[in-house]
């Protein structure tokens, strides 16, 4: 019976450590991944699930006023609904990524569902703006060797993050922009850049109300852009 429970109890340590892996945004457990450079005055600023109309062109009204350059992790299905606004974002001068066609937990998918959903989103990708993305982020951070395996094969790099703005649990722009420089005086604390997780759009429907991280941008960038920070994209970081 106790030879029972330590096996059971084993199993669920594994199964914890396992699943640890797959999901913490640091882990290396199942391969590389890219999250941030050592230069802690630089900041990545990444959004993921667009584009939407309309935070996303008010998102590239804000960036565009403080000159900046900015990464969009975009779901291909959105991309098909809202073409031209993707095409602005490129236009703009951002990052474009891949966050897969319709964001699945890519760790519950078959190995064929995997293959589809990036290759689908680079191909919608390539037919709407002319461009094959350089970098992937599995939805919710979500991996397993597989998944790592297929976005190398599509010659993308893993990008999580070091930063998580909670942006969708978050609702008020102050509070949410307190919440992304308690996470910005960690990493540099830890002499590493940061990566932050924001969002511009919802990978439940078009249209999700993102005005408080449009809101908390404005006063990031307003707060950083004079003390010496420098804003990248993950590829300075390759
Ligand atoms: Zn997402």
């Avoid at 009204?61 to 993707?86: C, S």
Wanted: charged fraction near 15%; glycine fraction near 8%; hydrophobic fraction near 40%.
């Amino acid at each position: 019976m106790l030879g029972e429970l330590a096996t059971a109890a084993a199993a669920g340590l594994t199964a914890g450590g396992l699943y640890y892996g797959a999901m913490a945004p640091w882990s290396q457990m199942y391969g590389r991944t890219l999250i941030a450079g050592c230069d802690q005055h630089e900041i990545a600023l990444t959004y993921d699930d667009g584009p939407n109309d309309i935070h996303t062109g008010h998102l590239l009204e804000v960036l565009a006023k403080h000159n900046v350059r900015a990464t969009f992790f975009m779901i291909g299905e959105r991309v098909r609904q809202r073409p031209q606004m993707a095409r602005e974002v490129l236009a703009a001068g951002h990052c474009i990524g891949n966050h897969t066609m319709t964001h699945p937990n890519l760790l519950w998918c078959s190995a064929s569902r995997i293959w589809s959903e990036l290759a689908e989103c680079n191909a919608v990708l390539a037919d709407t703006l002319g461009m094959v993305p350089d970098l992937f982020r599995p939805p919710y951070g979500a991996r397993r060797p597989h998944v790592l395996r297929v976005a190398n094969a599509l010659g993308m790099t893993p990008v999580l993050w070091n930063v998580s703005s909670c942006d969708w649990k978050i609702t008020d722009p102050t509070a949410l922009m307190s919440h992304v420089q308690q996470g910005l005086r960690k990493t540099m604390k830890q002499h590493r850049s940061s990566n932050i997780l924001m969002h511009d759009g919802g990978h439940t429907a078009l249209g999700i109300d993102r005005s408080q991280t449009v809101v908390a941008t404005a006063m990031l960038l307003d707060k950083c852009i004079d003390i010496g920070v420098q804003f990248v994209t993950p590829e300075r970081w390759l």
